[in-house]
C-alpha cells in the first residue's frame, strides 16, 4: 500500500515496561510527525523529522519518551518506564516537507492504541 | 511558542442546520490546514488555504483565511449526519521551520 502504515495496531502492556511503536512513512516524504491523542482529546504535537535536520523534540512530555527515525524511512516512538497516563492512541503522519511547494498535506497512519494497566 | 486556538470545543446542532468552527493562531501563518477525524478514525486531510483572504469552497464546507493570515473558519451549510466528526485546523508559521500546529480541535455532533 502507498499509505502511511503504523505497527503494532493495539499495544496493552504492564505499568513500568519499555514499547516501542513504529512508523513506516510513505516514500520519498521528508517530513515525520508525532502525535498523542488521548481519548475524546485533541492532537498532541510530540516530535517532528524533517530530512536530515535535527528533529524538533519540544513536544515530547518527558525524558521517558523518545523518538529515532532511519534517514527519510521509518520512525520508531520509545516509551520508557510506561505510565498509566501514557494509554492513548500515538498518530504518525508524513508529508512532502521542506523545500516542496506550500501544499503540504499530512498523510496520517491508523494510529497505534497504548494501553498501560 | 506558537499557539493555535480552536473554537467551540464540542458543538450539537440540528440535522439542517449550520455549523461554523474558527481558529486563531498568535503569530502569522504561511498557511492553514483542516483536516477531518471521523470517530474512531484518523485525520483526513480537507483543505489548505493560502492567501490572504482565502475562501474555498468544497460543496456545502466553505474555508476562508483570513486578511491578516492568523484567524480561519470552516462553515458547514445544512449539516447532514455524516458531517459528524472532529474538525481540525493547523498552521504552519511564516518565516519558519516546516513545523505545522494543529488546534484542539471541535467535535461536531449531529441531532436527527
Known amino acids: 500500500g502507498a499509505g502511511v502504515s503504523q505497527s503494532p495496531s493495539n499495544k496493552v502492556t504492564e505499568k513500568g515496561k519499555d514499547v516501542e511503536l513504529r512508523c513506516d512513512p510513505i516514500?520519498?516524504?521528508?517530513?515525520l510527525y508525532w502525535y498523542r491523542q488521548r481519548l475524546g482529546q485533541g492532537l498532541e504535537f510530540l516530535i517532528y523529522?524533517?530530512?536530515?535536520?535535527?528533529?524538533?523534540k519540544s513536544g515530547l512530555p518527558s525524558d521517558r519518551f523518545s523518538a529515532e527515525r532511519t534517514g527519510e524511512s521509518v520512525s520508531t516512538l520509545t516509551i520508557q518506564r510506561t505510565q498509566q497516563e501514557d494509554s492513548a492512541v500515538y498518530l504518525c503522519?508524513?508529508?512532502?516537507?521542506?523545500?516542496?511547494?506550500?501544499?503540504?498535506?499530512?498523510?496520517f497512519g491508523p494510529g497505534t492504541r497504548l494501553t498501560v494497566l | 511558542g506558537q499557539q493555535v486556538m480552536q473554537i467551540p470545543q464540542y458543538q450539537h446542532v440540528q440535522e439542517g442546520e449550520d455549523f461554523t468552527t474558527y481558529c486563531n493562531s498568535s503569530?502569522?501563518?504561511?498557511?492553514i490546514q483542516w483536516y477531518k477525524q471521523r470517530p474512531g478514525g484518523h485525520p483526513v486531510f480537507l483543505i489548505q488555504l493560502v492567501k490572504s483572504g482565502e475562501v474555498k469552497k468544497q460543496k456545502r464546507l466553505t474555508f476562508q483565511f483570513g486578511e491578516a493570515k492568523k484567524n480561519s473558519s470552516l462553515h458547514i451549510t445544512a449539516t447532514q449526519t455524516t458531517d459528524v466528526g472532529t474538525y481540525f485546523c493547523?498552521?504552519?508559521?511564516?518565516?519558519?521551520?516546516?513545523?505545522?500546529?494543529f488546534g484542539k480541535g471541535t467535535r461536531l455532533h449531529i441531532l436527527p
Open positions: 523529522f524533517q530530512g536530515n535536520s535535527a528533529p524538533d
Open positions: 503522519a508524513s508529508s512532502l516537507g521542506q523545500g516542496t511547494i506550500s501544499y503540504n498535506e499530512q498523510f
Open positions: 516514500s520519498g516524504h521528508t517530513a
Open positions: 503569530t502569522t501563518l504561511s498557511n
Open positions: 493547523a498552521g504552519r508559521n511564516a518565516g519558519r521551520d516546516d513545523k505545522i500546529i
